[in-house]
């Protein structure tokens, strides 16, 4: 039987970690996360959702956009990939400590890290489509893949996942509730943030705005958002390990 999941000691270490490794995760998310977005939001806008107002009819949205705009995206999104695997490494292994070593073994990391997230992501996908409730909770369940495919890696790609499932057992829906509250409300406040920032944009250049601008402080706050939900995942793996150990 698990024993209780701790929401406040998983908040005090997301927060450690970031200020602990504030110098690497700032640099590593200011060049893998921040600038690749910020190119990517210049040269590829954001998708077209009008309209769509069905999961299904999203997924064809987003499809359509990313093969429109496949040449940015696919090596930003890379890139951005790249970042967050650079950050886990960070985060997850004592032996990894400097942003060289990180970046290194973050390069050697990717594909298998692609692979393993590509394929979470397709199975939450498909419970999302199936319908909402089965999405949530397999998203639950598989919060800690990224955190597994770095800090494990001997696992390999059925181990990842068949310790995801370990480690969540009991506290899929607990796991999944609170990555949705932290992400609503980091996203939120980006939300509101940007909001300002396009309307004293507006007021001083007219009703085109400052994309330049717009587009910087949306990507720079894109990027802290991913940067704290990779540590949260971090500090949620931990916590769940520290469990089963």
Not at 41 to 49: S, Y
Not at 202 to 229: N, S
Request: with cysteine.
């Amino acid at each position: 039987m698990s024993r209780k999941f701790d929401y406040s000691s998983v908040w005090q270490v997301t927060q450690a970690q970031l200020a602990a490794h504030r110098e690497g995760v700032g640099a590593i998310a200011g060049l893998f996360l921040f600038l690749p977005d910020w190119i990517a939001r210049l040269f590829a806008g954001q998708p077209d959702l009008q309209g769509a107002t069905t999961p299904a009819q999203m997924l064809l949205a987003f499809q359509s956009f990313y093969l429109e705009n496949s040449a940015v995206l696919l090596p930003t999104g890379l890139l951005g990939f790249f970042g967050a695997v650079a950050i886990y490494v960070l985060l997850t292994r004592a032996d990894m400590s400097t942003i060289g070593s990180a970046l290194a073994k973050a390069l050697a990391l990717l594909p298998f890290y692609f692979l393993v997230q590509i394929s979470g992501g397709l199975i939450m996908l498909g419970g999302f489509l199936l319908f909402i409730l089965p999405g949530m909770y397999l998203s639950g369940r598989l919060t800690p893949l990224g955190a597994i495919a770095v800090a494990e890696t001997d696992r390999g790609f059925a181990g990842a996942f068949s310790r995801a499932w370990e480690l969540t057992r009991g506290n899929g829906w607990t796991v999944f509730f609170l990555t949705l509250v932290v992400a609503l409300v980091a996203s939120l406040t980006a939300m509101i943030v940007g909001l300002i920032v396009g309307l004293a944009c507006r007021l001083l250049a007219g009703p085109e705005g400052v994309p330049f601008v717009e587009t910087g402080v949306d990507a720079a706050l894109g990027a802290v958002i991913a940067a704290l939900m990779v540590s949260l995942t971090v500090a949620i793996y931990r916590q769940l390990s520290a469990q089963h150990a």
